[in-house]
C-alpha cells in the first residue's frame, strides 16, 4: 500500500534504456550523462531516478574518490529487483496494448 | 564572514516563516469572515475597502515570496552551504547557475539535501577540457532552470504519496469505505427531504441511484486499481 509504484512510461524506459546500455559498457552514468543520452531534461530525469532509487529499482552511489576540481558525482546502476520487475513491467504491457488496440477499432463497443 | 552568512541564513528562514504565518493567518481570517457572515458572498456586500485591502495584503505576500528566492537564488550563488565562497573552491559554473541550482536544493528540501554536490557535480567540469568537454553558458543555465523543475516535481510528488496513502488508508479501511459510500448518499437524501419532502425521494430517485453508483465505483474501483487489500474485520481477527 503507499508504495512507489513505477509506470514504465515512455520516458521511463529510456532511463532505464540508458542505465542498462552503460551497464554493458561498463561505464558510469550520472544525472547529465542520462539527460544527454536520453534527450530528456534534469526537470523530468530526477524525479523518474527518485522514484525508481525509492522503489528500490536502482541505487545511487557517489562516486569512490573525490575530485579534485568538481564535487562528486551521484553514479546510478540497475539493481536486480529492478531488473526483474522491468521484465515483469514489460511482459505486462503487450497484454495491454492488445486490449487497448481491439478497443480501439471501430465498432468494437458497438 | 560566517558569522554574517549565519545571520542571513537565519533571517531568510525567519522571513520565510513570517511570510507563512502571515499567509496562513490571512487565509484563517477570510474563511472565518466568509463563514460566519455569509450574507458577505451575496453579491455587491464587498466595498471597494474590502477589494483594496485584499490585493494589498496578497500582493505583499507574493512581492515578499518574490524578493525571498530572488535574496537565496543570488546570495547563496556565492556560498555554498558550509559558507564556503564557490569562487575559491572554483567554480566552472556560472554565478547565475549556480544561484539556481540553490533555489532547486531548497525546493526540493532538507530531505534531499544531498542531491546540492550531485547536481553541481553535473554542471561542473574538470580544469582540463581534454579530460570532459565543456558546455556553453546557455546550456549550463536551461540545465539549472531544469533542476529548478526537478525541485518543484519532489514536492509535488512527496504531496501525491500522501494523499495516496490517505486514500489506500481509507479504502482499506471498512468502517472509512462505508463512510464514503454512505455519506455523498445520506447528505443527498436530507438535502432532497429538507427541500421538497418525502415525495422528493421518489422523483430524484435516479439521481441518488447515480450518486450511490458513483461512490461504490470510486471505492470498489479505486481498491482494484490501487491494489488494496481490505482489513479484516475484527470478529475474523479475533478468530484468528
Same mark, same amino acid.
Request: one cysteine or more; glycine letters at 8%.
Given at each position: 500500500?503507499?508504495?512507489?509504484?513505477?509506470?514504465?512510461?515512455? &520516458?521511463?524506459?529510456?532511463?532505464?534504456?540508458?542505465?542498462?546500455?552503460?551497464?554493458?559498457?561498463?561505464?558510469?552514468?550520472?544525472?547529465?550523462?542520462?539527460?544527454?543520452?536520453?534527450?530528456?531534461?534534469?526537470?523530468?530525469?530526477?524525479?523518474?531516478?527518485?522514484?525508481?532509487?525509492?522503489?528500490?529499482?536502482?541505487?545511487?552511489?557517489?562516486?569512490?574518490?573525490?575530485? &579534485?576540481?568538481?564535487?562528486?558525482?551521484?553514479?546510478?546502476?540497475?539493481?536486480?529487483?529492478?531488473?526483474?520487475?522491468?521484465?515483469?513491467?514489460? &511482459?505486462?504491457?503487450?497484454?495491454?496494448?492488445?486490449?487497448?488496440?481491439?478497443? &480501439?477499432?471501430?465498432?468494437?463497443?458497438? | 564572514?560566517?558569522?554574517?552568512? %549565519?545571520?542571513?541564513?537565519?533571517?531568510?528562514?525567519?522571513?520565510?516563516?513570517?511570510?507563512?504565518?502571515?499567509?496562513?493567518? !490571512?487565509?484563517?481570517?477570510?474563511? *472565518?469572515?466568509?463563514?460566519? +457572515?455569509?450574507?458577505?458572498?451575496?453579491?455587491?456586500?464587498?466595498?471597494?475597502?474590502? !477589494?483594496?485591502?485584499?490585493?494589498?495584503?496578497?500582493?505583499?505576500?507574493?512581492?515578499?515570496?518574490?524578493?525571498?528566492?530572488?535574496?537565496?537564488?543570488?546570495?547563496?550563488?556565492?556560498? +555554498?552551504?558550509?559558507?564556503?565562497?564557490?569562487?575559491?573552491?572554483?567554480?566552472?559554473?556560472?554565478?547565475?547557475?549556480?544561484?539556481?541550482i540553490?533555489l532547486a536544493v531548497?525546493l526540493?528540501?532538507?530531505?534531499?539535501? %544531498?542531491?546540492?554536490?550531485?547536481?553541481?557535480?553535473?554542471?561542473?567540469?574538470?580544469?582540463?577540457?581534454?579530460?570532459?568537454?565543456?558546455?556553453?553558458?546557455?546550456?549550463?543555465?536551461? !540545465?539549472?532552470?531544469?533542476l529548478v523543475?526537478?525541485g518543484?516535481?519532489?514536492?509535488?510528488? +512527496?504531496?501525491?504519496?500522501?494523499?495516496?496513502?490517505?486514500?489506500?488508508?481509507?479504502?482499506?479501511?471498512?468502517?472509512?469505505?462505508?463512510?464514503?459510500?454512505?455519506?455523498?448518499?445520506?447528505?443527498?437524501?436530507?438535502?432532497?427531504? %429538507?427541500?421538497?419532502?418525502? !415525495?422528493?425521494?421518489?422523483?430524484?430517485?435516479?439521481?441518488?441511484?447515480?450518486?450511490?453508483?458513483?461512490?461504490?465505483?470510486?471505492?470498489?474501483?479505486?481498491?482494484?486499481?490501487?491494489? *488494496?487489500?481490505?482489513?479484516?474485520?475484527?470478529?475474523?481477527?479475533?478468530?484468528?
Amino acid at each position: 500500500m503507499a508504495e512507489r509504484r513505477i509506470r514504465l512510461t515512455s &520516458a521511463t524506459l529510456a532511463l532505464l534504456d540508458a542505465l542498462i546500455t552503460a551497464a554493458e559498457r561498463g561505464e558510469p552514468v550520472w544525472g547529465f550523462k542520462i539527460c544527454e543520452q536520453t534527450g530528456l531534461g534534469p526537470g523530468t530525469v530526477y524525479p523518474i531516478l527518485d522514484r525508481l532509487e525509492a522503489a528500490r529499482w536502482i541505487s545511487g552511489l557517489w562516486e569512490a574518490d573525490q575530485p &579534485a576540481d568538481r564535487p562528486r558525482r551521484r553514479l546510478y546502476e540497475m539493481t536486480a529487483v529492478g531488473r526483474a520487475e522491468l521484465a515483469t513491467g514489460l &511482459a505486462a504491457r503487450p497484454r495491454v496494448r492488445v486490449v487497448w488496440r481491439r478497443l &480501439a477499432q471501430p465498432g468494437s463497443l458497438a | 564572514m560566517t558569522t554574517l552568512i %549565519h545571520v542571513a541564513r537565519r533571517s531568510g528562514r525567519m522571513t520565510l516563516r513570517t511570510l507563512k504565518l502571515v499567509s496562513w493567518v !490571512y487565509g484563517i481570517i477570510v474563511l *472565518v469572515v466568509l463563514l460566519t +457572515d455569509p450574507q458577505l458572498l451575496k453579491s455587491g456586500t464587498f466595498g471597494p475597502e474590502w !477589494y483594496s485591502i485584499t490585493t494589498a495584503i496578497g500582493t505583499l505576500v507574493t512581492l515578499g515570496l518574490a524578493v525571498f528566492a530572488a535574496v537565496i537564488a543570488a546570495g547563496f550563488a556565492f556560498f +555554498d552551504t558550509r559558507g564556503a565562497r564557490v569562487k575559491e573552491r572554483k567554480a566552472s559554473t556560472s554565478v547565475l547557475a549556480a544561484g539556481l541550482i540553490n533555489l532547486a536544493v531548497l525546493l526540493a528540501g532538507r530531505r534531499r539535501a %544531498h542531491v546540492r554536490e550531485a547536481w553541481q557535480g553535473d554542471l561542473e567540469r574538470p580544469r582540463d577540457p581534454a579530460d570532459e568537454p565543456d558546455i556553453s553558458v546557455f546550456a549550463k543555465l536551461a !540545465y539549472a532552470a531544469g533542476l529548478v523543475r526537478a525541485g518543484i516535481r519532489y514536492r509535488i510528488d +512527496d504531496a501525491a504519496l500522501l494523499w495516496w496513502r490517505l486514500a489506500d488508508g481509507v479504502l482499506a479501511s471498512r468502517s472509512w469505505s462505508r463512510l464514503l459510500l454512505i455519506s455523498p448518499c445520506a447528505t443527498a437524501v436530507i438535502a432532497i427531504v %429538507h427541500v421538497e419532502g418525502l !415525495y422528493g425521494l421518489v422523483i430524484n430517485a435516479e439521481n441518488l441511484l447515480a450518486i450511490g453508483t458513483v461512490s461504490a465505483g470510486l471505492v470498489y474501483g479505486g481498491r482494484k486499481a490501487r491494489k *488494496v487489500a481490505l482489513k479484516p474485520a475484527r470478529r475474523e481477527q479475533d478468530q484468528r
